[in-house]
Structure formats: structure tokens, C-alpha cells
């Protein structure tokens, strides 16, 4: 059984910075490509960021680019959001996602498991 379990949100400020955790358990994140998505209220769960694990190949939303980074660490099993320079519109519940199969990195659809979320709140 797979499992994700992302930690590091908070409240914070504009122009703070934050680092998101996702854990994984039940399978080596070796192989597979991993996504940050986030939710606000009233609006649909969005793409944020990507990574693959081929040469770590790194794909963002347009509203985050220059100011998120994704990384992944295979031998703690661990995909890494840092986010700078936080806007109140970053305001949402992220999520992690794990993807085994091909298929568009920005869909939600195509992604095999997800972490319970984490809340980030910032605050103007």
C-alpha cells in the first residue's frame, strides 16, 4: 500500500518562504514521476509543479515559475516544494501526488496516488 504524507505548511506572510515535505511509503520513488497540485476553495485542484524522474526533468505552473522549486531526494523517498517570495493567492491545500503510468504531468487525472494535503495560508 502506498502512502504519501506531506508536512511543512503553515501561516505565513507575504514574501515568506515555506518547504514542503512528501514522504512515501510502500514503494521506492525510484521510476516514477511525482507532482505538487494545490486547491483552493471553491476552485479546482491545479498543477503546480513536476518532476520526473528521468534526469529530474522539472515542469511549473506559470504562476509559480521563479519562485517554486521541486526536487526529489530517491534515497529518503521524499519529493521537496520550496516556495518563495508566498502570495495570498498561493493560498490553498497542496497536495503530492505519485504518476506510474504516461500521461500529461498537468493532469490530476493521471496520477496513481495521493497525500492527504497540507494547508498553506498566506496572509497580505
Known amino acids: 500500500q502506498v502512502q504519501l504524507v506531506e508536512s511543512g505548511g503553515g501561516l505565513v506572510q507575504a514574501g515568506d518562504s515555506l518547504r514542503l515535505s512528501c514522504v512515501a511509503s510502500?514503494?521506492?520513488?525510484?521510476?516514477?514521476?511525482m507532482g505538487w497540485f494545490r486547491q483552493a476553495p471553491g476552485k479546482e485542484r491545479e498543477f503546480v509543479a513536476g518532476i520526473r524522474w528521468v534526469a529530474r526533468i522539472t515542469y511549473y505552473a506559470d504562476s509559480v515559475k521563479g519562485r517554486f522549486t521541486i526536487s526529489r531526494d530517491d534515497a529518503k523517498n521524499t519529493v521537496y516544494l520550496q516556495m518563495n517570495s508566498l502570495k495570498p493567492e498561493d493560498t490553498a491545500v497542496y497536495y503530492c501526488?505519485?504518476?506510474?503510468?504516461?500521461?500529461?504531468?498537468?493532469?490530476?487525472?493521471?496520477?496513481?496516488?495521493w497525500g492527504q494535503g497540507t494547508q498553506v495560508t498566506v496572509s497580505s
Open positions: 501526488a505519485l504518476k506510474t503510468k504516461v500521461s500529461n504531468y498537468r493532469d490530476p487525472n493521471g496520477y496513481d496516488y
Open positions: 510502500g514503494r521506492t520513488l525510484s521510476g516514477v514521476d
